[in-house]
């Protein structure tokens, strides 16, 4: 096992000596500073932590914390400082502010290795998160830089006729590492401050495959809020995609992130104006969903794929489709039932007068499609 190597800054001799047969007794390996001059030079040693006197001769020892803290290449050595038991209060508060740890004089040897070795443990974990997070970012940046998204398109079948209505595009990182999942890629887009990016690339990267080749029918894509809320998408948007807007349904995901409603509907009517229409995803997951359908008035909801789920062998769930499924036909809502895998679902939701399908069972999302799919009618 490796040891782990900690910096003591102490002038004291004798509590050098004591301190070094402490800590090697628990395999540490200790470089000793006498000053703290000393002690910022001996800092290109890489230690993992830094055991220091509060009270040196030529320097306080919360300004060797300062300094550590601060510094771009030490920030992440974990600092712990001894003390006396007479510490002013605005110097306990720089203590809480820059070191990790302290502890007053006199000690029990026991506590000083168990507040190293848990300080150490925090510290590596936050080192080892630090890590990740830019090795997350790195990848998001070459994901954007080199447009390594492909766009996969699923169709979508009107019920009565069985012939296609649009395609609902997804986006996929192409990617080996954790981001090649799609919610956890879209998610840290979101979280490292690249979503909007990100989203304008899917939409370039999907409208380009859907011109090349498709062209026809409705393409659906998902949108968050946040998205719609924070990008000018006018016909100057639009156009620079190079698509006619109204082939464009916009489907809302992520109904929590709705915080300001009435600015919210307000950029829904803008798009309206466009001629792009708005559907509704998940309806029938919760309230928010249906809170959205009150708020924003869609022209299509999709109906959550829980519901559909075995809705053959389930009364109440046949209920709840039917319910939805009339108020939308009252209010001009054109309605889809996503999920669909078996025939069985399939006919059900036919039968209770669904206007739109969608699931593996009529085509899992694909790369690889083209406008010959619109000339035949679903057989299965």
């Not at 003591?8 to 509590?15: C, M, P, R, S, T």
């Not at 300062?66 to 400082?81: L, T």
């Not at 809170?291 to 008035?297: F, H, K, L, S």
Request: with cysteine.
């Amino acid at each position: 096992m490796t040891s782990r190597k900690v910096l003591l800054v102490e002038n004291d001799k004798e509590l050098v000596r004591s301190t070094v047969d402490l800590l090697q007794s628990r395999n540490y390996a200790v470089d000793v500073a006498y000053s703290g001059a000393d002690a910022l030079q001996r800092l290109h040693h890489a230690p993992h932590l830094v055991l220091v006197d509060y009270a040196l001769p030529d320097m306080c020892g919360i300004e060797i914390c300062r300094k550590i803290k601060s510094d771009e290449h030490w920030h992440s050595i974990a600092v712990v400082v001894l003390t006396d038991s007479l510490i002013a209060p605005e110097e306990m508060e720089s203590l809480y502010i820059y070191g990790d740890d302290h502890l007053a004089r006199p000690f029990d040897p026991a506590e000083l290795l168990a507040r190293l070795e848990i300080v150490l443990r925090e510290r590596q974990g936050m080192y080892q998160i630090d890590e990740e997070r830019q090795v997350i970012i790195a990848e998001l940046n070459r994901i954007l830089d080199q447009e390594l998204l492909v766009p996969f398109f699923q169709p979508i079948y009107s019920s009565a006729s069985m012939r296609i209505l649009g395609f609902e595009a997804l986006s996929r990182p192409s990617t080996n590492t954790s981001l090649s999942n799609p919610e956890l890629f879209f998610k840290a887009a979101l979280a490292f401050g690249v979503y909007t990016d990100i989203e304008k690339l899917a939409w370039r990267k999907a409208f380009g495959e859907w011109r090349r080749r498709l062209g026809l029918g409705k393409l659906f894509l998902n949108c968050t809020p946040y998205f719609i809320g924070n990008n000018p998408m006018g016909k100057e948007f639009f156009a620079g995609l190079g698509v006619d807007p109204r082939h464009v349904v916009i489907e809302l995901t992520e109904r929590a992130a709705i915080h300001n409603h009435d600015l919210f509907v307000e950029k829904i009517n803008e798009l309206r104006g466009l001629g792009i229409q708005i559907a509704v995803d998940d309806v029938g997951s919760g309230f928010a969903s249906l809170d959205t359908v009150a708020e924003v008035r869609p022209d299509y909801i999709k109906i959550d794929l829980k519901l559909i789920r075995d809705i053959n062998f389930n009364s109440l769930k046949r209920n709840i489709v039917q319910a939805i499924i009339t108020f939308c036909h009252q209010s001009g809502i054109i309605t889809v039932a996503e999920g669909i895998e078996e025939r069985s679902e399939l006919q059900t939701v036919r039968d209770l007068g669904v206007d739109a399908v969608q699931g593996y069972l009529l085509g899992k999302p694909s790369p690889e499609t083209n406008k010959d799919i619109f000339e035949k009618k679903l057989v299965l």
